[in-house]
């Protein structure tokens, strides 16, 4: 039953195409790891609607376009990762940086975001 699902680990396997925006409605995942793969795309503003996620890695792709606005509506997020994609810019709420614990928020340099750690700066 799909409803149940709480882990999706797909990191490193050559994955093509855009994050599909149905993983959105998996509103019991926890954790969301699709890093080091070849996605494309933006990243889906379905995915805000997994309360209850806790890790989302999306790093090592070939995303691109916007973080989405209400990222900070995950506030049980304790770990993000988007670094070392194409070019992912906007910036992320800081009312994502003042939920207790405050979470580990990994992105690229053209993302606006006062308690995220930036890498890949030139």
């Given at each position: 039953?799909?409803?149940?699902?709480k882990?999706?680990?797909?990191?490193?396997?050559?994955?093509?195409?855009?994050?599909?925006?149905?993983?959105?409605?998996?509103?019991?995942?926890?954790?969301?790891?699709?890093?080091?793969?070849?996605?494309?795309?933006?990243i889906?503003?379905?995915?805000?609607?997994?309360?209850?996620?806790?890790?989302?890695?999306?790093?090592?792709?070939?995303?691109?376009?916007?973080?989405?606005?209400?990222l900070?509506?995950?506030?049980?997020?304790?770990?993000?990762?988007?670094?070392?994609?194409?070019?992912?810019?906007?910036?992320?709420?800081?009312?994502?940086?003042?939920?207790?614990?405050?979470?580990?928020?990994?992105?690229?340099?053209?993302?606006?975001?006062?308690?995220?750690?930036?890498?890949?700066c030139?």
């Open positions: 039953d799909s409803i149940s699902l882990d999706i680990e797909l990191y490193n396997n050559a994955l093509t195409g855009p994050i599909p925006s149905e993983i959105g409605t998996l509103r019991n995942l926890t954790d969301l790891q699709l890093d080091i793969n070849k996605l494309d795309g933006s889906p503003t379905e995915l805000t609607n997994l309360s209850l996620l806790i890790n989302l890695d999306l790093s090592d792709n070939r995303l691109s376009g916007q973080m989405p606005s209400t900070s509506s995950l506030t049980n997020l304790f770990y993000f990762n988007a670094t070392f994609n194409d070019n992912i810019g906007g910036s992320i709420d800081s009312a994502l940086c003042e939920v207790d614990p405050r979470p580990n928020i990994y992105v690229g340099c053209s993302v606006s975001c006062t308690c995220c750690q930036a890498y890949n030139n």
